[in-house]
């Protein structure tokens, strides 16, 4: 087994593990590949879906496609929302921008409890230096008291959740 092809099974394990553990705020929806390399996520936590009138309309579940390239985990996963979601850091093709932070020792779990806290609006790591959408960070800017928009917290459910370091996040 190569080294890939284990990290694979690895998250795949670990990130089942998390699932399991989120009282249903989590689902894999599906995935592809064995061990998988593409997964849809299913996240049960409020975010935003768009804008009606300058005031946020909610949305309680989002669908994120994960795609783990062939040179993962060298390199960042590609991640797109299924669902609509409005947010500084998702390109308004839905694909999800990480920014430059992205370290090997990341799992997929771990990228999983990043992309909830995204979606939530988590302030620790609301990067509005580098925006993916500029009128989502312009409305952000002027609603900072707002945030988080979400208080769903999947991160104690990962047993090795102290290894992430959100501050380190852009």
């Known amino acids: 087994m190569n080294?890939?092809?284990?990290?694979?099974?690895?998250?795949?394990?670990?990130?089942?593990?998390?699932?399991?553990?989120?009282?249903?705020?989590?689902?894999i929806i599906s995935t592809e590949g064995n061990p998988p390399y593409c997964y849809v996520i299913q996240y049960r936590c409020k975010g935003i879906e768009r804008l009606q009138n300058g005031n946020p309309l909610f949305r309680y579940e989002h669908q994120v496609k994960i795609y783990l390239e062939s040179e993962y985990p060298r390199s960042i996963p590609k991640a797109e929302f299924l669902t609509p979601i409005f947010h500084p850091n998702v390109w308004r093709n839905r694909t999800i921008c990480f920014g430059s932070y992205w370290t090997v020792s990341e799992t997929l779990a771990e990228l999983v409890l990043r992309i909830s806290k995204l979606i939530q609006y988590s302030k620790d790591i609301l990067n509005l230096n580098s925006?993916?959408?500029?009128?989502?960070?312009?409305?952000?800017?002027?609603?900072?008291?707002?945030?988080?928009?979400?208080?769903?917290?999947?991160?104690?459910?990962?047993?090795?959740?102290?290894?992430?370091?959100?501050?380190?996040?852009p």
Request: glycine residues 4%.
């Open 131 to 169: 925006p993916a959408n500029s009128v989502a960070k312009a409305w952000a800017e002027d609603n900072l008291s707002r945030f988080p928009v979400g208080i769903e917290n999947f991160k104690d459910s990962i047993s090795n959740s102290e290894r992430i370091i959100w501050n380190d996040l």
């Open 3 to 27: 080294i890939r092809t284990k990290r694979l099974a690895n998250d795949f394990k670990e990130l089942a593990e998390l699932v399991s553990q989120s009282d249903g705020k989590l689902t």
